[in-house]
């Protein structure tokens, strides 16, 4: 083999390498993450390079659910835990026990989530969207129109705090992510 061939086989292994990385992350929480299902509010913008996708916004995401988070006195792009349980309405849904500027430690049926703040949305976690597929777009849209109020996200959420989203559901309806 000569060395021009060495050298576009190293070339294409390392890009092919690159691109195999990106969804590896997302591959691995979903594998091996805790499950939580999260209530949410979608919203329904369109992009012309990302195609459609929903905007979610969790009830986490804001002060009102998620306690503590005002005592931490976040500034725009500050790292924060949140540690979650199951919620006490018996629907499966989790819910924000408080909000730390460290790692807090999980009980047994508890998870922490790490999020940033940002100044003008709230929390981020890193599944705050979902893309939908063309074929069902207007289906969803109708479906979470009429049920918004029914909305939650699965997600995974892995030992190092990271969050992946799983399905989405709105009453008797559920899309896999």
Same mark, same amino acid.
């Given at each position: 083999?000569?060395?021009?061939?060495?050298?576009?086989?190293?070339?294409?292994?390392?890009?092919?390498?690159?691109?195999?990385?990106?969804?590896?992350?997302?591959?691995?929480?979903?594998? *091996?993450?805790?499950?939580?299902?999260?209530? *949410?509010?979608?919203?329904?913008?369109?992009?012309?390079?990302?195609?459609?996708?929903?905007?979610?916004?969790?009830?986490?995401?804001?002060?009102?659910?998620?306690?503590?988070?005002?005592?931490?006195?976040? #500034?725009?792009?500050?790292?924060?835990?949140?540690?979650?349980?199951?919620? #006490?309405?018996?629907?499966?849904?989790?819910?924000?026990?408080?909000?730390?500027?460290?790692?807090? #430690?999980?009980?047994?049926?508890?998870?922490?989530?790490?999020?940033?703040?940002?100044?003008?949305?709230?929390?981020?976690?890193?599944?705050?969207?979902?893309?939908?597929?063309?074929?069902?777009?207007?289906?969803?849209? &109708?479906?979470?129109?009429?049920?918004?109020?029914?909305?939650?996200?699965?997600?995974?959420?892995?030992?190092?705090?990271?969050?992946?989203?799983?399905?989405?559901?709105?009453?008797?309806?559920?899309? &896999?992510?």
């Amino acid at each position: 083999m000569s060395n021009a061939h060495l050298r576009f086989g190293l070339a294409l292994a390392l890009q092919l390498g690159i691109l195999a990385v990106i969804p590896a992350g997302q591959l691995w929480i979903r594998a *091996t993450g805790q499950t939580v299902l999260l209530k *949410t509010a979608p919203v329904d913008p369109y992009s012309i390079l990302s195609g459609y996708y929903m905007t979610l916004s969790y009830e986490i995401s804001s002060s009102p659910g998620l306690p503590g988070a005002d005592k931490l006195q976040l #500034k725009d792009g500050d790292e924060f835990w949140v540690l979650l349980a199951p919620g #006490k309405g018996g629907d499966g849904v989790w819910e924000a026990m408080g909000a730390s500027a460290s790692r807090p #430690k999980a009980e047994p049926g508890q998870v922490a989530l790490r999020g940033r703040w940002r100044r003008w949305r709230g929390a981020e976690y890193g599944i705050e969207t979902y893309y939908i597929p063309e074929d069902v777009r207007q289906a969803m849209a &109708e479906v979470f129109r009429n049920r918004q109020d029914q909305a939650v996200v699965e997600v995974k959420i892995a030992r190092s705090g990271s969050a992946a989203i799983v399905r989405i559901r709105a009453g008797d309806r559920t899309y &896999e992510y």
